[in-house]
């Protein structure tokens, strides 16, 4: 028997973004679109994979939005299963998961402590404390678990392996596929994931994109808004001539017998301008000719590279002129010199947390002893939760880790090299 479903993750539903409150209003607008489009196409169910919520304790109005939205696909007897993601998991005894699943509005997958059994639900007790509820429809079982660190994840993944019908559904980072160039960290490698499922429904990572594993899809949606300023619609750079280039795709997934396919949504556009400059005047040109390729409703991320100084409020008024108010950020810097590193008068003036000070702190020492690096990897480790990495030991050698921790270790050495002191 045929199966079609819907597969959605990263909604943020309640996200107000730079602190435009409208912006909560772009996320409910698409994530509708999302379940109506899901519905006309008359898919027998649907996944939710995590980050339903930016946070897990949403406000009574985001609250109510949902239950609007989710009461559509229940009219039409289409059944839900989700699992909690990093933004929307919580601690306490009872999530709004919870609420939602009381409502009869969505049917929760993963670790209980206590049995639940239902229409759609079966549970398996895998311990003393706790039962994994599976997602049951028709023949197929759907495995899930809501985000976890790699240290609590690799206890529970011998419980996920599939029956050879069945989907499993996870909010987590895979190695070959997290964006490790913005150390974006990772719980999984495609080797460790559980087998013998026919659909791998992932969320976490915000763009579209597919692998396979032992033959079966493996697939991120993305998230259906643009979540951050890389998640761009359109790139726009004019150095020597101009050029465009398309970014990412919002959307979900239509699954027609577990084969995967895109489904666009009407996210707002994100336009993100790079402007190679020799002088404002230059500048200032540039400007007026890149911004053609942007509508009153997009917004817009835009960076000037110039040696020469830039007006911040001259370039603003210019962006508002051509009709754009949505300006998420616009940043001046300084080119390379001969390729290499940048003109800092004062690196300080560039790190954004406590995190990056003491970091560089430590790296901007002239003698860089086994403690040291001891401390910044371990320092990294908890940062990042890079659990994949064992913390050295006080009476640990550094080159006992040498393995496991050689990119880091060149990473370190790297910056060693290349961050210029507070003095500089």
């Given amino acids: 028997m045929s199966v079609k479903f819907a597969h959605i993750a990263d909604a943020h539903l309640g996200y107000e973004q730079y602190h435009w409150s409208w912006r909560v209003d772009d996320f409910k607008r698409v994530f509708e679109e999302a379940i109506q489009k899901a519905v006309k196409e008359k898919v027998d169910f649907i996944l939710i994979a995590g980050d339903l919520f930016q946070k897990s304790n949403p406000a009574p109005q985001i609250i109510k939005d949902v239950i609007e939205v989710l009461t559509i696909p229940k009219k039409e007897g289409i059944p839900i299963f989700a699992i909690e993601g990093n933004h929307d998991k919580t601690i306490r005894d009872v999530s709004i998961y919870d609420v939602l699943e009381s409502l009869g509005l969505i049917y929760t997958v993963g670790l209980k402590k206590a049995r639940v059994e239902s229409k759609y639900q079966e549970s398996i007790k895998i311990s003393s404390n706790w039962y994994l509820v599976k997602g049951i429809f028709r023949d197929i079982e759907i495995f ?19 029956n050879g019908n069945s989907i499993l559904m996870l909010h987590q980072s895979i190695k070959e596929i997290a964006d490790v160039s913005n150390i974006q960290g990772y719980e999984l490698s495609l080797s460790e994931l559980p087998k013998n499922h026919l659909y791998y429904a992932l969320g976490h990572i915000h763009r579209f994109c597919m692998r396979e594993v032992d033959g079966a899809p493996l697939v991120y949606p993305g998230s259906l808004e643009r979540y951050d ?11 020597s001539e101009l050029a ?28 993100d301008i790079i402007i190679k400059a020799d002088n404002f005047e230059e500048a200032m040109k540039k400007i007026e000719c890149a911004t053609r390729h942007v509508n009153s409703q997009s917004i817009v991320k835009m960076k000037v590279i110039s040696r020469a100084t830039i007006n911040y409020s001259l370039v603003e008024e210019k962006l508002r002129s051509k009709g754009i108010k949505n300006i998420c950020s616009v940043t001046f810097e300084i080119p390379d010199r001969e390729g290499g590193m940048p003109e800092i008068k004062n690196v300080y003036d560039f790190l954004e947390d406590d995190f990056e000070i003491k970091l560089f702190n430590e790296l901007k020492e002239k003698e860089m002893s086994d403690a040291n690096l001891r401390n910044i990897v371990n320092f990294i480790k908890t940062r ?29 050495q790297f910056l060693k090299k290349n961050v210029p002191n507070k003095e500089t």
Avoid: C, W
């Fill in 244 to 271: 465009i280039g398309e970014g990412q795709r919002k959307g979900f997934i239509i699954a027609n017998d577990f084969k995967p396919k895109f489904v666009g949504v009407g996210a707002r556009d994100l336009i």
């Fill in 384 to 412: 990042f939760d890079m659990h994949d990495i064992k913390p050295l030991k006080e009476e640990e050698p550094v080159e006992a880790g040498k393995i496991k921790m050689k990119g880091t270790l060149n990473l370190l």
């Fill in 229 to 239: 300023s890389k998640e761009y619609s359109k790139r726009v750079v004019y150095d």
């Fill in 144 to 162: 899930g678990i809501k985000y976890m660190t790699r240290a609590y994840l690799e206890k529970f993944l011998p419980y996920l392996g599939g």
